[in-house]
Nanobody, 115 residues
């Protein structure tokens, strides 16, 4: 059974930082493309960042590329999202996604940035 469990969200002030974690199980994590998405109220879910296997190449959305860093630990079966200089526009539910022969999603975790 594939499971993805996010943690590290919460309330942070404008300009602050948070690091999200997503612990995976039930599939070959080291062979899986891992991504972060987010969804704000009334908005569609949008891509944030992804990290490949092998060389751990990363790709970011335009709003994330200068402030967020995605990384992974295959030993810990965990993918991270370091978020800096957060603004209220970053407030959303953040989701971890795995591509492991199919697409799997975590339950999501709330990030709220106060102004």
């Amino acid at each position: 059974q594939v499971t993805l469990v996010e943690s590290g969200g919460g309330l942070v002030q404008n300009g602050g930082s948070l690091t999200l974690s997503c612990v995976a199980s039930g599939f070959r994590f080291d062979r899986s493309l891992m991504s972060w998405y987010r969804q704000a109220p009334g908005e569609e879910r949008e891509f944030v960042a992804e990290i490949t296997t092998g060389f751990n190449s990363a790709r970011y959305s335009r709003f994330a590329e200068d402030r967020f860093t995605i990384s992974r630990s295959n030993l810990k079966k965990t993918v991270y999202l370091q978020m800096n200089n957060l603004t209220p526009e970053d407030s959303a539910v953040y989701y971890c996604r795995a591509w492991a022969g199919g697409t799997y999603w975590g339950q999501g975790i709330q990030v709220t940035v106060s102004s």
